[in-house]
């Protein structure tokens, strides 16, 4: 599976800060209440987190569930899984997460393994999500729930707009829809209910919603606009960025330059919808 | 005040479904523990709804603040006062509600008479938007709140994106950009943050945040569908658009027949972000 790269650090560590504050509470608050409810009938859940990039949601998961819990994390790349281990192991988490390298498409696990499946911003960064959500099924017991969570970037809205904003929002919405491939993209957000009824879930079955985040404090500003900077500024994406002959450099150098004044200020703010999506199997 | 454009039927009523279905818990929710916290410190609150419309949102507060609390309703289109009155009468709230027909440039109160002023949907087809926040501040006692939520119509996402459906987009995001004339406009909820800043309130007396709704379900769906089809086969809205030269009349029979076609199917949604904006005085 293809990881997050509308967020992502290429540089000496795969994870940003800005990958580091996502938890249960800010990115899966609308399965909360379900999984509350799960837990008091089981207090001995078995959750797979796929594609669990940096680890923590996937703590965020152990410790919301309780020491009898059992949380195993999944990522295609070796180094956030390495990431995501040395998480678990500094929370005190090792006994109750582990975290294995596999593909999102062929998961290494029997039918009916797990009680809840997550997925966060990740099936916006495959070509056949709806396979990734088929797969995510076939392991989840009757009775469990698959959820996940998905941006929609054309949602995004963003004050005060500026040239330099703009460009970076085409060229992340560019680089999305051809990672993508006729699958995930920019408007991934609003397919997951689409995604689920193409594979055959019945609609009844289906919760599906939409929530918002967004930043709007200073501390909050300074974290996003150093990620989005470091992703145009950073060897890897910049490199591919300009022989797509999409930008030059000094478009680049702009984006980066854009966010930063961007967040200098007192009356910015950006914000951004995503999808969300319960099945129950 | 202009009233909004975006959901409203020129038709022998100037209130459709998809207005009078607006409440507190639906329309509120970003300020409704802030309004408790008030309640319990004094059950004699008084609260001013600017631009209220068709009158569901003030029967809401009414009933939210309990019998001590009075609500005043102010609109400037007679009819919506007319309408507004039926409901809280029908209620059973006349003798907590007080609808007016008035100005939201010009409120016709004292300064510092009510403990909570609240407007929505109503800011983003206005010319001045901060003055009119400026002047419900005004009419605000000290310790009290302005609250105020507004859609951001270039944030809206919809399944499936048809040809139809992204001129209808494109019509109504125009018509509103033409009302709001260098204020309120297709991006008004994330300037909510701006324009109080721009008449002076501090940044620590403002709390900012974004919500969403979404409409998914086959009820819901036909609710919006037939708003939206409305506004673009009545009478007034229809010949407008002609007149503007901006669509002809087969433009929007497709808008109005692509929102039948949108509603009608399993897997269509439409989604839409708010800001939303506390001034504690």
Not at 55 to 60: P, Q
Not at 136 to 158: C, F, H, N, Q, Y
Request: charged content about 25%.
């Amino acid at each position: 599976m293809e990881q997050a790269i509308s967020a992502q650090s290429p540089g000496a560590t795969p994870c940003s800060v800005l990958h580091e504050m996502r938890t249960l509470e800010n990115s899966g608050a609308y399965f909360l209440p379900k999984l509350h409810a799960l837990r008091e009938l089981n207090p001995t859940l078995k959750v797979l987190d796929v594609g669990c990039g940096c680890g923590s949601v996937t703590a965020s998961f152990a410790k919301t569930i309780g020491p009898q819990g059992r949380v195993v994390g999944v990522d295609v790349d070796p180094a956030k899984v390495q990431h995501a281990k040395n998480v678990a192991a500094r929370e005190g988490l090792a006994d109750q997460v582990e975290v294995l390298e596999a593909d999102a498409y062929k998961l290494p696990f029997a039918d009916a393994e797990f009680d809840v499946v997550h997925t966060h911003q990740v099936l916006a960064h495959t070509a056949r999500p709806w396979d990734v959500l088929a797969e995510m099924l076939r392991v989840t017991k009757p009775g469990g729930i698959v959820v996940a969570r998905e941006g929609d970037l054309d949602s995004e809205v963003v004050w005060p707009v500026t040239p330099g904003l703009e460009k970076f929002h085409k060229l992340i919405a560019t680089a999305m829809n051809a990672r993508g491939k006729g699958g995930g993209g920019s408007n991934a957000g609003r397919q997951l209910l689409p995604w689920a009824l193409k594979i055959g879930v019945p609609r009844s079955k289906i919760n599906f919603s939409f929530g918002t985040w967004w930043f709007d404090t200073a501390e909050h500003k300074e974290i996003w606009a150093n990620a989005m900077a470091d992703q145009v500024r950073s060897g890897q994406v910049r490199e591919v960025a300009v022989k797509s002959g999409l930008v030059t450099e000094a478009d680049l150098d702009e984006m980066a330059e854009a966010w930063e004044h961007w967040a200098a200020r007192e009356d910015s703010s950006v914000a951004m919808m995503h999808g969300e999506i319960i099945i129950a199997k």
